[in-house]
């Protein structure tokens, strides 16, 4: 069954806010219900977006409320991947202590790093996946 415009509107709506970092307003839809592991047509979850544009706070937001720190997109991305690539430091810290492996996904966190020549986030990766 097809979802209607008025769902398809507002799951816009809230990949918007991951987005942005409309950290609150975001949380309280998924502390009323929406799925925290929604996930648009090309395989990006909230957590992915909100890593991609660099918003430490929502990504601790949706994983204190139990998105999956493993998931890939289409493209074998991962937030984690996400949050090095631009290179917050609070989403990568926040994402490795959620148990994100810096080696998941085709275009892994550690291929990131060494790809885009980020040693502090490599130096991070490291520290965190053996910990």
């Not at 949050?83 to 892994?108: C, E, H, N, W, Y």
């Amino acid at each position: 069954m097809e979802p209607d415009e008025q769902t398809l509107e507002f799951a816009h709506q809230m990949f918007e806010l991951a987005r942005a970092g409309g950290t609150e307003e975001l949380a309280a839809n998924v502390d009323a219900g929406l799925p925290v592991d929604l996930t648009n047509d090309k395989g990006d979850t909230l957590l992915i977006l909100a890593a991609y544009h660099a918003h430490p706070e929502t990504v601790s937001a949706l994983l204190a409320r139990g998105a999956d720190p493993g998931r890939v997109n289409d493209r074998g991305q991962t937030a984690l991947g996400a949050a090095t690539f631009r290179r917050t430091r609070d989403s990568v810290v926040a994402l490795l202590a959620a148990g994100a492996d810096p080696a998941a996904g085709r275009q892994s966190a550690l291929a990131v790093a060494q790809f885009f020549d980020l040693p502090e986030m490599a130096e991070l990766l490291h520290a965190g996946s053996s910990a």
